[in-house]
């Protein structure tokens, strides 16, 4: 769940062995740091939903570690809010 106004589709690849970003409205395939590189957007949270349960795959989303670490004290300063 992005709060920032984009959600998007993942699908389990057996073939690759690993989950695949699907985003249809943007034609995109296997390209999961579109939006934090290619749109600029400041993630805090990208939650993965299915039967099994949620999971937080923010990692994902941002590209390296600075990014995902950036990602974690945005979190921080919004409950610090």
């Given at each position: 769940l992005d709060t920032t106004d984009h959600v998007w589709c993942e699908y389990?690849?057996?073939?690759?062995?690993?989950?695949v970003h699907v985003d249809a409205c943007e034609a995109s395939w296997d390209?999961?740091?579109?939006?934090s590189e290619g749109w600029?957007?400041?993630?805090r949270h990208v939650i993965a939903f299915s039967m099994?349960?949620?999971?937080?795959v923010t990692r994902r989303y941002v590209k390296g570690q600075q990014k995902y670490t950036e990602a974690l004290q945005r979190r921080a300063a919004d409950v610090s809010e």
């Open positions: 389990w690849s057996s073939s690759l062995n690993r989950w390209e999961p740091h579109l939006y600029g957007k400041k993630l099994d349960g949620v999971v937080d």
